[in-house]
């Protein structure tokens, strides 16, 4: 019914019976540190998550969470004093 099943507990014996190098594991777990380490510092300032949009009913606000600059827009509704909107809300902040 299963071929090959007659031959697992061999192939099970031979993987247990495996010696591992602890140097060369060692080694190979520092490499992968360096690695990360090495990708992590080069990641760009510019990453995912630098700017916030956020508000509630008539006023935005979009923040640069690296410079805390703040941009403002406000829909203004009818009756109600407008609060003031940034000419450059709209324009790429990049």
Same mark, same amino acid.
């Not at 809300?89 to 902040?93: C, S």
């Given at each position: 019914?299963?071929?090959?099943i007659?031959?697992l507990?061999?192939?099970?014996?031979?993987?247990?019976?495996t010696?591992?190098?602890?140097?060369?594991?060692?080694?190979?777990?520092?490499?992968?540190?360096?690695a990360?380490f090495?990708?992590?510092?080069? &990641? %760009?300032?510019?990453? =995912?998550?630098? *700017?916030?949009?956020g508000? @509630? +009913?008539?006023?935005?606000?979009l923040? #640069? &969470? %690296?410079t805390?600059? =703040?941009?403002? *827009?406000?829909?203004?509704? @009818? +009756?109600?004093?407008?609060?003031?909107? #940034?000419?450059n809300?709209?324009?790429?902040?990049m």
């Open positions: 019914m299963f071929r090959g007659s031959k507990p061999a192939v099970i014996f031979k993987i247990m019976n010696k591992i190098d602890l140097k060369s594991s060692l080694c190979g777990l520092g490499i992968g540190v360096l990360t090495a990708i992590g510092a080069a &990641t %760009s300032p510019n990453s =995912v998550g630098r *700017y916030h949009f508000g @509630a +009913g008539p006023q935005y606000f923040v #640069d &969470t %690296s805390g600059q =703040v941009w403002t *827009y406000d829909t203004q509704q @009818a +009756g109600v004093p407008r609060r003031g909107t #940034d000419p809300f709209f324009e790429p902040k």
